[in-house]
């Protein structure tokens, strides 16, 4: 019985070729916008996922207000982290990026200016799960002038050279030794480098100072941890360390400070919710808005509910036409529920026609729609087996 519908179905198709490719067509350009935004979707809510334990790692950022203004920054001192390891029994491990692009990087006749340049603490492989092709990730930032370079920089300077172990110059460093090579960061990071310098080579990033904001400061809760006793705990900080250095350069404590309508105290962002959730200014990179995924979802939503509308009212206005069919039908004793199966089927194969065609298009369409949307994104997100799944649902 089904193998007739299919059958039938499938004659009827061909025999309205006009009808048909009308339907399918405008079924195709539907579901291909429609898959478009999900991929761009997808890729904006699959930020830092990739990293082990992102569920329990946070960004410190800074909040304050000072004569009126509000301040809410990623940017935050030098020793916060050791702080945070140190005192509170909530947090597991910290770990520091600190900016240093613009540097001018030599090696014997090639020269240029590298911007993604960062500073990094020793367990920077350990506590973020970026891949380090050679070297080791416990030592590779450990010494000072130890740098960490990606493969495309080794290309870069070195060509076919062995890059490990090599000696280049970087602006104010001088000398700096390479250690480690690492892979291409994600796309979907918040972060991309292009070389890593250890932070024990700049002098400054030892300051004990608390009112001197530069650099971004992550750490990772414990698996049974309290983000709550966190917070509690800093704002314990701020009093223990950032009260005297306000008190000796504004001649007031914090107590006077909060009556003069002033405040100092930090809050957490969870790696996962940088990209889209930040409330931070000063971002290692340019951030997205959780409002557009919004939006994009119910562009999506809506482009597909205008192709179904379309769909019926071209079915609705050959239905005169296949009237003759029904009734004949019904003469020859087929059942409702016969010929509802066959209008399904129909249904179905045009379904099916306009989402085969539409991964097509997504495949030949895909680098056009990277180079508008400033992505790299590939068909391997929809041929993930849920998105399969969604696809399969989307045809019925």
């Known amino acids: 019985m089904i193998k007739n519908y299919f059958k039938v179905a499938f004659r009827n198709i061909m025999k309205h070729k006009f009808f048909s490719a009308i339907n399918i067509l405008g079924m195709t350009i539907g579901v291909t916008a ?12 699959s930020y830092d996922q990739f990293h082990q334990d992102a569920d329990r790692m946070y960004q410190v950022g800074l909040h304050g207000k000072i004569a009126g203004q509000d301040i809410r920054t990623a940017s935050t001192c030098p020793p916060l982290y050791r702080a945070m390891a140190e005192e509170i029994p909530d947090v597991e491990e910290t770990t520091r990026l600190a900016n240093n692009s613009g540097q001018v990087v030599k090696y014997e ?3 240029f200016t590298q911007d993604k340049i960062f500073c990094a603490d020793s367990n920077f492989f350990s506590f973020f799960s970026f891949e380090l092709i050679k070297g080791d990730p416990t030592t590779a930032l450990k010494e000072p002038n130890s740098v960490v370079i990606t493969q495309a920089m080794a290309t870069k300077y070195f060509g076919n050279e062995e890059p490990m172990g090599k000696i280049i110059s970087m602006g104010e460093f001088k000398a700096v030794k390479v250690t480690g090579i690492a892979a291409e960061s994600p796309s979907n990071s918040h972060v991309h480098f292009d070389m890593l310098l250890s932070s024990v080579t700049r002098e400054d990033l030892r300051s004990e100072r608390w009112l001197n904001n530069y650099l971004y400061t992550y750490y990772k809760l414990q698996p049974k941890g309290s983000l709550a006793n966190v917070e509690a705990q800093l704002k314990q900080m701020v009093t223990k360390y950032v009260g005297p250095e306000v008190e000796q350069m504004m001649g007031i404590n914090m107590a006077q400070m909060e009556e003069q309508g002033g405040e100092y105290g930090y809050f957490n962002t969870k ?3 940088i990209h889209l959730r930040s409330e931070a200014r000063d971002s290692i990179e340019p951030a997205g808005n959780i ?10 939503l809506l482009i597909i509910v205008i192709a179904c509308i379309n769909f019926m009212n ?4 050959r239905s005169s036409g296949r009237a003759k069919e029904v009734g004949l039908r019904k003469t020859l004793g087929s059942l409702r529920g016969q010929m509802v199966g066959q209008f399904l089927t129909e249904s179905t194969l045009y379904s099916l026609a306009a989402v085969l065609l539409s991964m097509i298009a997504c495949y030949t369409l895909m ?3 990277n ?10 997100t929809l041929m993930q087996p849920a998105f399969l799944m969604g696809i399969v649902g989307l045809i019925f």
């Open 371 to 380: 180079t508008l949307s400033g992505k790299t994104l590939g068909m391997d």
């Open 271 to 273: 790696l996962t919710d």
């Open 109 to 111: 006749d090639k020269a």
């Open 367 to 369: 680098p056009y729609f």
């Open 34 to 45: 429609c898959l478009f935004l999900i991929l761009y979707i997808a890729d904006e809510l």
């Open 314 to 317: 071209l079915s609705t206005a």
């Open 291 to 300: 409002t557009y995924v919004y939006s994009f979802g119910a562009i999506a």
